[in-house]
């Protein structure tokens, strides 16, 4: 039944969320998958007994499409044909928001695992810095399934959202500490540390 709050398109929106949410999410990864994998493909006619280590990328691309799993799930199981308008736009920003930065992180994925996986069959000593860079690329998907499960949880005018919006703040100020704290400690350690000689 349509109202001021919920006209009869309102659900359209929260449905396109969860679409969002899965169908960019499972491009990221169907991405980094696939140009990961001809990296490693072209790898192993050299070196065959690095297929199963260079097979992280591959790992990694697919940790992507759960992220936009979870929240297309979530998302599904809140709609309702009486959803407000104002909810409907909030999942429709999670979905958003979780599927275009898993298509980020998953493009980002692809391109430094076929690089990565290539160079280290010629220096053994690059896999842990592409390790990292991995890493790096795969945070910005959960960037963006933090920030979705955030908005979804959101309750209009209620105080229960303002104490929720106070501890995310409480906790978005921590993290950045830490990452400055990290960053600091990062650029103090000689690269020879991370690639195993610490002499």
Same mark, same amino acid.
């Given at each position: 039944?349509?109202?001021?709050?919920?006209?009869?398109?309102?659900?359209?929106?929260?449905?396109?969320?969860?679409? %969002? %949410?899965?169908?960019?999410?499972?491009?990221?990864?169907?991405?980094?998958? *696939?140009?990961?994998?001809?990296?490693?493909?072209?790898?192993?006619?050299?070196?065959?007994?690095?297929?199963?280590?260079?097979?992280?990328?591959?790992?990694? *691309?697919?940790?992507? %499409?759960?992220?936009?799993? =979870? =929240? *297309?799930?979530?998302? *599904?199981?809140?709609?309702?044909?009486? =959803?407000?308008?104002?909810?409907?736009?909030?999942?429709?920003g999670a979905g958003l928001s979780v599927g275009l930065s898993g298509l980020a992180a998953g493009f980002a994925i692809g391109i430094v695992g076929d690089a990565g996986v290539r160079g280290t069959a010629q220096q053994p000593r690059l896999f842990v810095g592409m390790i990292l860079i991995l890493i790096f690329a795969e945070v910005l998907g959960l960037y963006g399934l933090i920030v979705a499960l955030i908005l979804r949880s959101w309750e209009s005018g209620s105080s229960v959202s303002q104490a929720r919006l106070s501890g995310f703040n409480h906790r978005t100020r921590r993290c950045a500490a830490f990452t400055s704290f990290a960053s600091v400690v990062s650029a103090k350690i000689p690269p020879r540390f991370w690639l195993g000689n610490r002499s």
């Open positions: 039944m349509s109202s001021a709050e919920s006209p009869e398109y309102s659900s359209f929106f929260a449905v396109m969320g969860a679409s %969002a %949410a899965m169908v960019f999410s499972a491009l990221g990864a169907a991405y980094g998958t *696939a140009k990961s994998g001809t990296g490693i493909a072209a790898m192993s006619v050299m070196r065959p007994e690095l297929i199963m280590k260079s097979i992280i990328p591959v790992v990694m *691309a697919g940790i992507i %499409a759960i992220y936009g799993l =979870v =929240v *297309a799930v979530l998302i *599904a199981n809140n709609i309702s044909e009486s =959803v407000t308008l104002y909810k409907s736009f909030l999942h429709l």
